[in-house]
């Protein structure tokens, strides 16, 4: 594996496997890479001939009081995992390479409204972070098809939107949640929780698919589930942020008439938020 800095080099070196008609995938994350990670490296190999990971901690996309300063890096250890997953090159751009000597004023790619929900709403700015620095690395990869962990499933709806809206040639696959035994999905920030607080957060999954059950089973009061859900995560010790059952497609709030479904949360165990949903097609009648 090439482990590459520059834009510059990047794009000579993958000019050759364009030139190749290679298929080119991208996988962009922001390292301290677990298994979640892997396995969109792994998707992308079967899914591409040369496969570009990048590693990048997103000044833009962190808020003022947010854990920009001490969100792991491990790079040496993700180096490794890459090289031994089989993935072609590691593109570790420094915050200089990619926003120049000011992240701040940098240019940004935003998606109305939908960035604006949820987490969006939690954390002003945030989608626009991840828009801009996706964006900005489909313009230097150039890659025919991108993947994303569906973890982050707000995120993966608006990288798609942003993608048709832009125009981008690429097409964005998402891969499913990686999650630990307990259930937990897998993140980067449960190296923040004491084992205590591990075993606390195994109930957020569990209580989105109690909710997801419910719904299966011909419940439709969608207000009423969302407020029992947020109640039952305080009981278990957590903090909640937001429970929404919406249109998984759309995003918006689920309806009578909704069939595929998507159950976002969002809530904190001290000072550690975590993210996880649920997602499920309704039979058809």
């Known amino acids: 594996m090439d482990i590459v800095t520059t834009i510059d080099e990047l794009r000579q070196r993958l000019l050759p496997h364009r ?6 995938a991208l996988v962009p994350t922001m390292g301290n890479l677990h298994q979640g990670h892997l396995n969109l490296v792994s998707t992308a190999l079967d899914q591409s001939d040369i496969v570009v990971t990048s590693i990048f901690v997103n000044p833009l996309q962190f808020g003022p009081n947010e854990d920009l300063a001490s969100y792991p890096r491990t790079l040496d250890h993700d180096t490794k995992q890459l090289s031994d997953a089989g993935c072609h090159y590691l593109f570790a751009p420094s915050e200089s390479e990619l926003y120049g000597a000011n992240a701040s004023s940098s240019t940004l790619v935003q998606v109305p409204e939908l960035s604006k929900l949820y987490c969006g709403a939690s954390r002003p700015g945030h ?10 690395l489909f ?3 150039q890659p025919d098809i991108a993947c994303f962990g569906l973890k982050d499933y707000q995120q993966f709806v608006l990288i798609k939107r942003m993608v048709n809206d832009l125009a981008f040639p ?3 696959v998402g891969v499913e949640i990686a999650r630990e ?29 109690s909710t997801a059950t419910r719904i299966l089973t ?28 919406c249109d998984a497609d759309s995003l918006q ?16 165990i001290g ?14 009648q």
């Open 170 to 172: 690429i097409e964005i």
């Open 127 to 136: 989608f626009d972070g991840v828009t801009t620095v996706v964006s900005k």
């Open 253 to 268: 709030p689920a309806a009578d008439t909704t069939s595929h479904f998507a159950i976002l949360a969002a809530a904190a």
């Open 271 to 284: 000072p550690t938020r975590l993210i996880d949903n649920v997602r499920f097609q309704l039979q058809s």
């Open 181 to 209: 035994e307990s259930g937990l999905a897998m993140s980067s920030r449960n190296n923040y929780l004491s084992p205590q607080e591990l075993e606390v957060a195994t109930g957020l999954n569990r209580v989105l698919e």
């Open 218 to 245: 011909g419940e439709r009061q969608f207000s009423s589930l969302q407020d029992q859900a947020v109640t039952e995560l305080n009981s278990r010790g957590m903090q909640p942020d937001y429970v929404v059952i």
């Open 19 to 24: 030139q190749d008609q290679q298929k080119i």
């Open 139 to 141: 313009n230097i990869v």
